[in-house]
């Protein structure tokens, strides 16, 4: 059974560091492009940063210059390096990768981990 699992939430100070992992378990022969999402209460789950199989990386407006994003291929996992955390970063954290487990392209979800940024 494939699975993504996250790790690494907390609560945080602002201008504070997390750094979130997402460990891909299971029968997998690849793994296409990973990205991490955020849904903070009241809102739509939104996309904070990608990554493809080559290290090709995108960021929302409102994460660039703080996260990066980072994979080690040989690990399966997926990172979100987060620096100077504002409140509004407060969120549960989804992992989400394109995985080719059984010869054919499919999508998983992680369970979510949460961030929360308070003084």
């Known amino acids: 059974q494939v699975q993504l699992v996250e790790s690494g939430g907390g609560l945080v100070q602002p201008g504070g560091s997390l750094r979130l992992s997402c460990q891909a378990s299971g029968t997998i022969f690849s793994i296409n492009t990973m990205r991490w999402f955020r849904q903070a209460p009241g809102k739509q789950r939104e996309l904070v940063a990608s990554?493809?199989?080559?290290?090709?990386?995108n960021y929302a407006d409102s994460v660039k210059g703080r996260f990066t994003i980072s994979r080690d291929n040989a690990k399966n996992t997926l990172y979100l390096q987060m620096n100077s955390l504002k409140l509004e970063d407060t969120a549960v954290y989804y992992c989400y990768g394109i995985l080719n487990t059984d010869s054919r392209l499919r999508t998983y979800w992680g369970q979510g981990t949460q961030v929360t940024v308070s003084s």
């Open positions: 990554i493809t199989s080559g290290g090709s990386t």
